[in-house]
């Protein structure tokens, strides 16, 4: 019972602290102020993220960028500035417990934009950086990724393993739209869209963990000498295709 009063009146000392910290802070951030003078401000330059009124409302200054600390109005130290175009300050709750409070500027709106440059941007707010950056007309032309042709990124390897025995090649592919993944089997003059009639092997496909990924994985429940042969790994959309073959190659124990 006592150390739960202890609690109580720490949490509140905590919060009086904070108060006090915030009601000094304001006031010597207005008395710092002064009357605005305009002509007095000096011209912000290089700003990534646009321009915002300073902590005293009358020069422009640069905008934080995405990721970069910021002043929350429930914090005590208001120098950090304010967040740039499409950016909020939000307190930070990935902090330990005896760490002090810290606030960054997280983009408003966190999906993938096209730039008219044909680059898929994380969000709007890097779209942003980079237009300030080169400063020639970058803009964003939709809300998603931009049209890309299948791109495999992890292609299937090659397989040699004992008859009877588990195996597994995977293929993940980048594209968007999202591509259309599929396995073909090539050995002399036989071909065969997977997985068929052969009852020893499995396709397994996910898409994730970005919005742009498949993951294509061909199980081979138990090898044998009938799946000697070539595995081609086909993915596509409507902007192209792509393939990655590998082989299997199966040891006969005596």
């Not at 950090?80 to 930070?92: K, P, S, T």
């Not at 950086?129 to 299948?150: D, F, I, M």
């Not at 050995?187 to 020893?200: E, M, S």
Request: charged residues 20%.
């Amino acid at each position: 019972m006592a150390m739960h009063r202890s609690l109580i009146a720490y949490t509140w000392c905590f919060l009086i602290s904070i108060f006090l910290l915030n009601a000094i802070f304001g006031q010597e951030n207005n008395t710092q102020c002064g009357v605005c003078d305009e002509s007095a401000c000096q011209p912000p330059r290089d700003c990534l993220a646009g321009l915002v009124k300073d902590s005293c409302n009358c020069c422009y200054e640069c905008g934080k960028k995405e990721g970069e600390r910021c002043g929350h109005e429930s914090l005590p130290f208001q120098g950090l500035g304010r967040c740039g175009e499409n950016l909020q300050c939000i307190l930070r709750n990935d902090l330990e417990d005896n760490d002090p409070p810290d606030a960054i500027c997280e983009c408003d709106l966190e999906r993938f934009v096209c730039g008219s440059d044909g680059k898929t941007y994380d969000n709007i707010c890097q779209l942003t950086e980079a237009r300030y950056s080169r400063r020639n007309g970058l803009r964003a032309v939709s809300s998603e990724p931009c049209k890309t042709p299948p791109r495999i990124v992890q292609w299937p390897e090659n397989v040699r393993n004992i008859s009877g025995r588990y195996a597994i090649m995977s293929c993940e592919v980048k594209a968007w739209p999202v591509a259309n993944v599929s396995w073909e089997y090539n050995k002399g003059h036989t071909f065969a869209k997977l997985p068929g009639n052969n009852t020893r092997i499995v396709i397994q496909t996910r898409h994730g963990p970005n919005i742009d990924e498949t993951t294509s994985w061909l199980l081979f429940l138990r090898l044998t000498r009938e799946e000697i042969g070539t595995y081609t790994c086909r993915a596509e959309n409507a902007v192209g295709s792509a393939i990655s073959s590998a082989t299997v190659q199966v040891i006969e124990l005596s």
